[in-house]
């Protein structure tokens, strides 16, 4: 777990590699053995470099070693075998063994071979549009409508009287032809709001109670007609609904940049989880847990 | 009270200001102004590696998110009218370019290679420590810093290093410490443009005039010496010409007065407008509202003119607690023990952690402090309105009680916030479910709201979206309580929360009125909190309970009996049972001294309600959390109205 902070360190690098470079001379000096054979050569070179600097451009790799002067190279070379040697041996050593750093990068690493295969798709029209027609749930604002009420409070008064005074208001409501704007000249203060301009169900109900929300949009209810009395829990109402908006499903042309964007993300996501399903499928999984982990 | 009317009589026709309804503010606006994204350094470290501004904005919308730790669909019960992302401006988005991005501008730097390794070791809390130290030393004065060691030591160090067992933040702060230059590693100027620019972006495209607003915003970090001075940054103009500058940070200086200057020359250049609202000053050490200067010089009239100007606001509720007062410094104020927060932001494990109680560490003190510079100065520097904010660092704004997503990414998981689960200082339930804004504005726009900032029409809460009106004038009477439209009347008669009266001999009145949040709780009381200046120069408060939910009266001691409790706190379920839809009353300082100056804010308490460690519990089947009471009584502050003798 410590070990690639550590290695990444240059003085422990530096302090290590005398060490290891001790315990090299020491031990495996006399063998002469082929497979310790270090092949310097121009391809391995170039992949040094390219990982020294974390900047993986071959071209760039290759203009920088051809011009290099014969110390900077033989500084480069110096510094190639001794990465080769010290690695080698810490794999001979056991070094990587039961490592959890080192087993987490390659299981990253194997993750990240899934994700870049799954390359962003360019998709087709008829596939955004197949996208949006099987989730247009995510693309649909809320029906709205906008109202009006007179109130008539329960708080000091029976509801039975609450509703009686409410159905004299209604028919004076009728009877003075009273307009949207007109609302506030009658009836009593409620504590929330006067009038309700493009609200959201969830919005009226709040304040206002299901059973007048239910009246508000509900498609029975005459536009520009004065109703009730309606009940809340603070009193007795009449509303006028002047306009109602149904839940609007955004044209695919409206919106289509973002539906795009989010089908490729979905199939994106599904390519990297069949990826790694794939590999998964290449083992038997023996499952020893009580009752077979059910 | 109200005898029985016909409906003939209830058609009052009382509709002097009908004509002119646009007249005063009647739209009440909801919003957030202290949001954190995965830009900010901490956010990214607490498990926020993917919540953007986009993902903020369209979650303050109501629209359903990703939460970046538990990959959950996350979704606002009420969606907010605006917000401000303001991410931390030191070091704004570079672990998410170091880490996320693997930006080679970062992650070639000797620096970046020593982060990204310990990461890589699975050391993520070691590499935040040592990020964070790196904003610390980068705050400190260079004089200050500790000096480069000799290679002698270096060497030394290596070799304890290797023989002892190895102590990665240990070697990690000592490697950081043995080389000043290597915070340089990480100021890339060009990619603070680019996040900056990316919030900014942002916010352009989610501000929808009269529907949604959004601001350009920041957070300026100094925490010196362990002392919370923190401010949100707000600007009115037009984020796209916020580009024009970077957000002025502790790196830039952690003396607030520099903060303010830069601000007045920035908007000078640029025609932008700045709002500067300081917040945890309950952390702040005996510092935010101190009657010295950064350097503990006497406060001068010229200091007081210049904070006054930039910040005429202050957030007193949130995450990180609630800032209003404090038991100790309002003995008789039985409502004032409400959302402590009881640990420094202190990375330095041998220094004190525990947050000091003085009277600049709470807001209402600092009203009364202002009183009493004012009288020494003629300039009130504290002068202060009230909000409430998250600060949440999850990208998501939530002060539901109920719908709480934490502070920090992994404390959307009830189990991470067990004491210990995660961070061992803090656990997820030390936060608090809080606070919103409230605004008073004629409509949901950018100028409208900034406006309402400026003269303070705003208020506190906890969460809950209580309506709560508050206007004086000397002519308000009852009758004004039947009014159709309480408002038209605060508004023609007198002046709204935030404002100032001056009186000459006469008592003023206050036109109160509170309303519950539509899907919340009733409420239990609405009090006046009244601050003023004695004749011997000390400042003095008094806690007044000005209107009730019926059934209850004043005891014999004055003291109105509590409103009772409905919460079944295993299910963690109240009722409104008890309580008062709404509250209004005509208020009268029984106490009123026409020479002596003096303010006055409303306080409006809900009826008990479970706390979001409660909601947590009952899901995890156990009992409440020891620490923290199990019920609360959300409430709102609103700003106050300044009362002067004249002349």
Same mark, same amino acid.
């Given at each position: 777990?410590?070990?690639?902070?550590?290695?990444?360190?240059?003085?422990?690098?530096?302090?290590?590699?005398?060490?290891?470079?001790?315990?090299?001379?020491?031990?495996?000096?006399?063998?002469?053995?082929?497979?310790?054979?270090?092949?310097?050569?121009?391809?391995?070179?170039?992949?040094?470099?390219?990982?020294?600097?974390?900047?993986?451009?071959?071209?760039?790799?290759?203009?920088?070693?051809?011009?290099?002067?014969?110390?900077?190279?033989?500084?480069?070379? $110096? #510094?190639?075998? *001794?990465? @080769? +040697?010290?690695?080698?041996? =810490?794999?001979? &050593?056991?070094?990587?063994?039961? !490592?959890?750093?080192?087993?987490?990068?390659?299981?990253?690493?194997?993750?990240?071979?899934?994700?870049?295969?799954?390359?962003?798709?360019?998709?087709?029209?008829?596939?955004?549009?197949?996208?949006?027609?099987?989730?247009?749930?995510?693309?649909?604002?809320?029906?709205?409508?906008?109202?009006?009420?007179?109130?008539?409070?329960? $708080? #000091?008064?029976? *509801?039975? @009287? +609450?509703?009686?005074?409410? =159905?004299?208001? &209604?028919?004076?409501?009728?009877? !003075?032809?009273?307009?949207?704007?007109?609302?506030?000249?009658?009836?009593?203060?409620?504590?929330?709001?006067?009038?309700?301009?493009?609200?959201?169900?969830?919005?009226?109900?709040?304040?206002?109670?299901?059973?007048?929300?239910?009246?508000?949009?509900?498609?029975?209810?005459?536009?520009?007609?004065?109703?009730?009395?309606?009940?809340? #829990?603070?009193?007795?109402?009449?509303?006028?609904?002047?306009?109602?908006?149904?839940?609007r499903l955004a044209p695919l042309a409206e919106i289509e940049d973002v539906v795009r964007a989010d089908a490729a993300e979905e199939r994106r996501q599904a390519a990297i989880d069949d990826a790694i399903d794939k590999i998964i499928a290449r083992y038997r999984v023996i499952d020893r847990l009580e009752g077979g982990g059910g | 009270m109200r005898k029985f009317l016909t409906g003939a009589a209830i058609a009052v026709i009382a509709m002097s200001g009908a004509a002119n309804a646009q007249a005063y503010p009647d739209k009440l606006l909801w919003g957030d102004t202290h949001l954190h994204t995965n830009l900010s350094v901490d956010a990214y470290f607490l498990q926020n590696r993917t919540a953007d501004a986009d993902t903020a904005y369209r979650f303050a919308k109501g629209k359903p998110v990703i939460h970046p730790y538990s990959r959950a669909r996350m979704q606002l019960q009420t969606p907010l009218d605006f917000l401000a992302v303001s991410d931390h401006a030191e070091l704004m988005g570079t672990p998410y370019a170091l880490f996320t991005q693997g930006d080679k501008r970062l992650a070639n730097t000797r620096l970046g290679k020593r982060l990204i390794a310990l990461q890589q070791a699975g050391n993520d809390e070691d590499a935040f420590g040592l990020f964070i130290l790196a904003i610390t030393l980068a705050n400190t004065p260079e004089d200050r810093r500790p000096k480069k060691v000799g290679p002698g030591t270096a060497l030394l160090w290596r070799w304890q290093d290797l023989t002892s067992a190895p102590d990665l933040r240990a070697r990690a702060t000592r490697w950081l410490l043995s080389d000043p230059t290597l915070l340089d590693d990480l100021e890339n100027e060009e990619m603070f443009r680019s996040f900056?620019?990316?919030?900014?972006?942002?916010?352009?495209?989610?501000?929808?005039?009269?529907?949604?607003?959004?601001?350009?915003?920041?957070?300026?970090?100094?925490?010196?010496?362990?002392?919370?001075?923190?401010?949100?940054?707000?600007?009115?103009?037009?984020?796209?010409?916020?580009?024009?500058?970077?957000?002025?940070?502790?790196?830039?200086?952690?003396?607030?007065?520099?903060?303010?200057?830069?601000?007045?020359?920035?908007?000078?250049?640029?025609?932008?407008?700045?709002?500067?609202?300081?917040?945890?000053?309950?952390?702040?050490?005996?510092?935010?509202?101190?009657?010295?200067?950064?350097?503990?010089?006497?406060?001068?009239?010229?200091?007081?003119?210049?904070?006054?100007?930039?910040?005429?606001?202050?957030?007193?509720?949130q995450i990180k607690g609630t800032s209003e007062t404090h038991p100790i410094l309002s003995p008789d104020d039985e409502f004032a023990g409400f959302e402590f927060f009881g640990r420094l932001i202190e990375a330095r494990e041998d220094a004190e952690h525990d947050p000091t109680v003085t009277t600049a560490d709470y807001v209402r003190s600092a009203l009364k402090t202002g009183l009493e510079l004012e009288a020494a100065l003629g300039v009130n520097p504290f002068k202060l309105g009230m909000i409430g904010a998250t600060d949440s660092h999850s990208g998501l704004s939530s002060a539901e009680e109920n719908n709480f997503t934490g502070k920090f990414g992994f404390d959307v998981i009830p189990e991470n916030k067990k004491p210990g689960a995660v961070v061992s200082q803090l656990s997820g339930w030390d936060m608090s479910a809080s606070g919103l804004a409230g605004v008073w504005a004629k409509e949901n726009t950018r100028e409208e709201i900034f406006a309402a900032f400026k003269r303070r029409e705003v208020y506190a809460t906890t969460g809950p979206r209580m309506a709560v009106r508050f206007f004086g004038g000397f002519e308000f009477s009852d009758a004004d309580l039947s009014a159709p439209d309480l408002a038209a009347v605060g508004y023609s008669k007198g002046v709204p929360m935030g404002a100032d009266i001056a009186g000459f001999g006469a008592a003023p009145s206050f036109l109160i009125q509170a309303v519950k949040d539509p899907k919340g709780a009733n409420l239990d009381r609405v009090q006046v909190v009244k601050g003023w200046l004695g004749a011997d120069g000390k400042a003095r408060e008094k806690v007044y309970d000005a209107a009730w939910s019926a059934g209850r009266e004043r005891g014999a001691d004055g003291k109105l009996a509590a409103v009772g409790e409905t919460v079944d706190v295993p299910s963690a379920h109240y009722t409104n049972a008890i309580g008062a839809a709404e509250l209004t009353t005509v208020w009268r300082d029984p106490d009123f001294n026409a020479s002596q100056k003096a303010f006055y804010y409303v306080r409006a308490l809900e009826i008990p309600t479970p706390r979001n460690s409660t909601y947590d519990a009952a899901a995890l089947g156990e009992a409440p959390p020891e620490g923290h009471a199990p019920v609360i009584q959300e409430r709102a502050f609103t700003s106050p109205i300044w009362y002067s003798p004249g002349r």
């Open positions: 777990m410590r070990l690639s902070a550590l290695l990444k360190d240059p003085l422990t690098h530096f302090l290590a590699a005398g060490a290891l470079l001790f315990m090299i001379a020491s031990v495996a000096a006399p063998d002469g053995d082929e497979a310790k054979a270090i092949v310097v050569d121009r391809e391995a070179l170039l992949s040094h470099v390219q990982f020294r600097s974390k900047a993986f451009e071959p071209g760039a790799a290759e203009a920088l070693l051809d011009g290099m002067s014969d110390d900077a190279r033989a500084k480069l070379v $110096k #510094d190639y075998v *001794r990465e @080769e +040697a010290l690695d080698r041996e =810490a794999i001979a &050593l056991g070094l990587d063994a039961g !490592d959890y750093v080192i087993r987490q990068r390659r299981v990253q690493k194997a993750e990240f071979l899934a994700e870049a295969a799954a390359k962003t798709p360019d998709l087709t029209a008829k596939e955004v549009a197949a996208f949006y027609a099987a989730n247009k749930d995510l693309y649909r604002s809320p029906a709205a409508a906008t109202a009006t009420h007179v109130f008539v409070s329960a $708080k #000091d008064r029976s *509801r039975a @009287e +609450a509703k009686a005074a409410a =159905a004299a208001l &209604l028919e004076q409501l009728r009877a !003075d032809g009273a307009r949207f704007e007109d609302a506030t000249r009658y009836g009593e203060r409620f504590l929330f709001h006067k009038n309700y301009v493009d609200r959201t169900d969830d919005y009226i109900r709040s304040q206002l109670g299901d059973e007048i929300a239910a009246a508000v949009f509900d498609p029975a209810t005459a536009l520009q007609e004065w109703r009730g009395p309606f009940s809340s #829990d603070y009193g007795e109402h009449l509303i006028l609904v002047t306009a109602r908006t149904p839940s | 900056w620019a990316k919030n900014l972006d942002a916010a352009t495209k989610h501000n929808q005039p009269g529907k949604f607003t959004t601001f350009a915003a920041w957070e300026y970090s100094p925490t010196p010496d362990g002392a919370n001075l923190h401010r949100i940054v707000v600007t009115d103009g037009d984020p796209s010409k916020a580009k024009a500058y970077l957000p002025y940070s502790a790196n830039d200086s952690g003396n607030p007065e520099d903060l303010w200057r830069w601000l007045a020359k920035t908007s000078a250049e640029t025609g932008a407008d700045f709002v500067s609202i300081p917040h945890n000053s309950n952390i702040s050490k005996g510092r935010m509202f101190a009657n010295v200067d950064y350097d503990g010089r006497p406060l001068t009239a010229d200091y007081a003119r210049l904070r006054a100007n930039w910040e005429p606001v202050a957030e007193v509720t």
